[in-house]
Each structure stands twice: as structure tokens, then as C-alpha cells.
């Protein structure tokens, strides 16, 4: 059961988010992505890093380590947007975020550079955030410099100090889930979470555990109802196993 949904928002005029995602019996891949770039640039770039990395993880998956896979298909998708950037002056400067999960059995590796997020529901009904922003807010709150409640209405928001594509060479952070205890998985650009606050995303994702289609359409909407001044994406999948989950709720 698998929620996705990618919507221009209420002012932008093009969608620069990208949104991908493999299933298979063996593994799946769940990707966001938020471009940057004059014209089209940034909706060239963060279509060519999902499409880039899911097609490398398919064909180089097979007996290597999941963080090593997961590492070297996004490296490979920042030298390849780097390269084509660099070839085409329309898209010169090009470069986009990136947050994927690649998931196998019941074990899960998190990968992101700049600002788009990961986040789990766990058994205890607790929302934690996975990744960590790339981001001049992100570095504020680190040092102490300003609240989360400043940071939600920074006028620097949208400064991000890593992206995939503007190097030649990209640090990528990684994360190790154990999904024994996940009951939701959520990846998102930062269009969702400018507008809609933490216990908001989680009152919506439980109310509609059944439904993450349903997640994803209200996330959405209600992001657009408090302004929609981004792009927004978001996708909604499952944890651990269906068939092993205890359904009943506090």
C-alpha cells in the first residue's frame, strides 16, 4: 500500500519536485527530490537523480551492502547532472535535493543531501524525524543561534548548504532503520513541512493508517490551504510487515 503525490502548490508556475519509487519482491525504493535551476533546470535535475540512482540500484544491487549501493548510485547521479550542467548553458548551475529509502525485508537505508526529509511512525506512536537538513537554518538551530519555532518562518529558509548535482563531488549522510518497530515511513520536500507542523503530518497519517493515498491527498491540501507557496511532495509507505502488526491502538 503505497501513497505518492507531487503538486505545483498555489504560486509556483512549474514543478520542480520529482517524485520515484521501484517495488519489488526483493527490495523496494522510495525517492524524493526538489530541484533548483533557472527555466527548467531544476525539474531536469531532480528527474534525473531518481531516475539515475533507482536504475543504478536495480542493476547493482545484488550482493553488495545497502549503504554502499545506495551511496554509489547517488554519487553517480551527482557526477552525471554535474556533467550535463556543465555541457548546456540553459543548465548551467542546475542541482537538486534528494532523499531516498531503499528497503529490504525489514531493514531500511536512508540517504539524503539538502533539505528534503524522512520521517517514521513508530509502534510507540511517536513521529521521528530520520534525516538531517542540509540547510543555514538547520546550522542556526545547531549552534544554538535561533528556536525551531523561529526556524519554521526563517527568512533564510530556503538556503541549502549541499545539494546533488552543483559538484563534482557530493558528501551523502546515511541512516540505518530497523523496521521491526515502523508502522509508517514518510519522504517529503520541503513544500509539507514549511506549511504543516509535525503533529499535523501525524494526525493525518494515523487517522488514514489504511489509506496512504488518503495521507498523501490531505497532506497536500492542507499544506495549499495555509499557502502552498512551494512545491510539494510527499510519499507514504508501509514499515515492517502488514501481516505482522499488531493493529490495535491506544
Do not use: W
Not at 94 to 118: E, H, L, R, Y
Not at 223 to 244: T, Y
Amino acid at each position: 500500500m503505497l501513497g505518492v503525490l507531487s503538486d505545483v502548490g498555489n504560486v509556483r508556475k512549474t514543478n520542480e519536485d520529482s517524485v520515484g519509487y521501484f517495488e519489488d519482491n526483493d527490495f523496494d525504493i522510495y525517492a524524493v527530490a526538489d530541484g533548483m535551476g533557472g527555466h527548467n533546470a531544476g525539474e531536469v535535475a531532480s528527474r534525473l537523480a531518481i531516475e539515475i540512482i533507482i536504475d543504478y540500484i536495480k542493476k547493482n544491487h545484488q550482493g553488495l551492502d545497502l549503504k554502499e549501493v545506495l551511496s554509489d548510485g547517488i554519487k553517480s547521479a551527482n557526477k552525471q547532472i554535474f556533467d550535463v550542467a556543465s555541457g548546456d548553458e540553459s543548465l548551467k548551475g542546475m542541482g537538486t535535493t534528494i532523499t531516498i529509502c531503499f528497503k529490504k525485508q525489514n531493514k531500511m537505508v536512508v540517504a539524503n543531501v539538502g533539505d528534503s526529509s524522512c520521517y517514521i511512525i513508530d509502534n510507540n506512536k511517536k513521529l521521528i524525524k530520520v534525516t538531517r537538513d542540509h540547510s543555514l537554518v538547520q546550522q542556526l538551530l545547531d549552534n544554538g543561534s535561533i528556536t525551531e519555532e523561529s526556524a519554521r518562518n526563517h527568512p533564510n529558509k530556503n538556503i541549502i548548504t549541499r545539494a546533488l548535482g552543483t559538484n563534482e563531488i557530493v558528501e551523502v549522510d546515511l541512516f540505518d532503520v530497523d523496521l521491526n518497530s515502523v508502522i509508517k515511513c514518510i519522504l517529503c520536500t520541503d513544500g509539507l513541512t514549511n506549511d504543516v507542523t509535525y503533529s499535523e503530518m501525524y494526525d493525518i497519517i494515523i487517522k488514514n493508517e489504511d489509506n496512504n493515498a488518503s495521507s498523501c491527498k490531505m497532506l497536500v491540501d492542507l499544506s495549499k490551504s495555509k499557502g502552498g507557496r512551494d512545491n510539494i511532495s510527499v510519499i507514504v509507505f508501509e514499515g515492517e510487515c502488514r501481516d505482522d502488526r499488531n493493529h490495535i491502538r491506544e
